[in-house]
């Protein structure tokens, strides 16, 4: 028998929580092909089965609900990445798990890492943006980061970098590769794989 303390009922505002993530990921598709500068809660509305109402109900404007889409994008990709690294007994094991971790992420949603670095862009002159961007970047610089040490550990070395410098460096072969995929060159991924298991041992001495 299952006792009223082991379930908690769910509240309104859970269930309004529940609704907002309902509403988002229904939005992301729409949000990742047409981009920021195109979008607005209306034309969202009409690349879904919701209504420019309902959507603004939950949502103040575009700016929230991009960046409550993208954090709740970058928040599954970081968790999903970190799964597959995790698991790495050897330090050249742990460089090729992160390289497959981050070529798979960009084959499987280019759309939506496209976003990501648009809506990254749209900081440097929409104030509302910034928190919530250096929110994210700081999350994804962290995951890096950790990636860093515990390869310099199974390395039996020590990082020969600061944090900021060591995501600058992946972010900037990721983005690159993106780039290049967009453009439908087929080496895209495999160079990504191979920049970054490359790049691990230059980075710990």
């Not at 939506?112 to 250096?134: C, G, I, K, N």
Request: charged letters at 30%; glycine letters at 6%; a negative charge.
């Amino acid at each position: 028998m299952t006792s009223a303390a082991a379930v908690r009922r769910r509240t309104p505002a859970d269930k309004f929580e529940d609704r907002r993530r309902e509403l988002a990921d229904a939005a992301l598709l729409a949000l990742a092909d047409l981009g920021y500068a195109r979008t607005s809660l209306r034309t969202i509305a009409e690349h879904t089965k919701f209504s420019h109402g309902l959507l603004h109900y939950y949502f103040a404007d575009k700016v929230e609900l991009i960046t409550y889409c993208v954090r709740r994008y970058k928040a599954a990709c970081v968790q999903r990445y970190e799964g597959g690294v995790g698991e790495a007994d050897t330090a050249a094991e742990l460089a090729a798990a992160c390289a497959d971790g981050l070529a798979a992420a960009l084959g499987e949603a280019p759309l939506m890492h496209r976003m990501w670095y648009d809506l990254r862009t749209q900081s440097l002159f929409e104030p509302a943006f910034r928190e919530d961007v250096a929110e994210i970047d700081d999350s994804l610089r962290d995951m890096i980061w950790r990636n860093v040490t515990a390869y310099a550990e199974l390395a039996a070395a020590e990082p020969t970098c600061s944090a900021a410098d060591a995501y600058a460096l992946f972010d900037g072969l990721f983005q690159q590769a993106l780039l290049r995929h967009l453009a439908g060159e087929e080496a895209a991924l495999d160079d990504l794989r191979r920049g970054v298991r490359e790049l691990f041992p230059r980075l710990v001495g």
